[in-house]
């Protein structure tokens, strides 16, 4: 039954903070072990959207489903209990804790077996077991960015959202980022990322949307967005 409908999927969302909404009538589907990115330049309402799925903003139509349950308008924490991870830009690890405290906070609402999941963590994780007794503020950005991720499996949700996971890091940990992102897909996790670096996220999504000015432009998988010219110099742009 549960592989029958997709892990996440949005449905006719229009959302904003006043009179004019932000994003309109906007629609997406995640599945379990693919990654799906969004797309789009600043101001295409890519963060409206985020806010409307992790519940931090009530849509105005629409609805959002999670795992085939509807949880529109719930509060984050419900949300997150249902089976959703958000790992935000900023603010997504707590500094004066240590590495191994910060996973343990992720793994907040587990009844039992938070010294395994740990232990899973570092397994994945390795350069994270190094510095496991380390304070989370001593840690580089891109090793901050694999907390913050490794904080958001720690429930096994079954949607990680990670907004802009590789924003402003040194080409190494893009890499790095980005290949464990591919380890996590093998997870049976759905993968939904919003980036700005647009030409290397649709490289490894398995299906891509384009949002502008507040609306789905296109879709498509990965490689046929990049392989089509024209979306290439409208929203993409030559190579960096």
Do not use: C
């Not at 891109?142 to 079954?158: E, N, S, Y």
């Not at 647009?198 to 000015?213: K, Q």
């Not at 409208?234 to 190579?239: A, N, Q």
């Amino acid at each position: 039954m549960g592989s029958e409908h997709p892990a996440l999927l949005v449905e006719g969302v229009t959302a904003g903070y006043g009179a004019a909404p932000i994003i309109q009538e906007v629609e997406l589907s995640a599945k379990r072990g693919q990654l799906t990115a969004v797309v789009g330049p600043n101001g295409a309402g890519k963060s409206t959207l985020l806010k409307v799925i992790v519940g931090l903003l009530r849509p105005l139509t629409g609805s959002v489903l999670l795992d085939g349950v509807d949880v529109t308008g719930l509060p984050a924490q419900r949300i997150v209990r249902q089976g959703l991870s958000y790992v935000p830009q900023v603010a997504n690890v707590f500094p004066s804790l240590t590495v191994k405290e910060n996973l343990e906070m992720g793994g907040y609402a587990l009844r039992r077996g938070v010294r395994e999941k740990v232990g899973q963590m570092f397994d994945m994780f390795p350069d994270l077991k190094v510095a496991a007794r380390r304070p989370a503020r001593t840690l580089s950005g891109g090793q901050r960015t694999m907390l913050a991720i490794a904080r958001g499996l720690m429930l096994d949700p079954t949607v990680l959202i990670l907004d802009e996971p590789t924003a402003g890091l040194a080409p190494r940990f893009v890499d790095a980022v980005w290949d464990q992102v591919n380890t996590i897909r093998k997870l049976d996790v759905a993968i939904l990322i919003v980036e700005q670096n647009t030409r290397r996220t649709l490289t490894n999504a398995d299906w891509a949307y384009v949002m502008t000015l507040g609306r789905n432009r296109l879709s498509g998988t990965g490689k046929d967005l990049l392989d089509d010219p024209e979306i290439v110099e409208l929203y993409i742009g030559k190579e960096a």
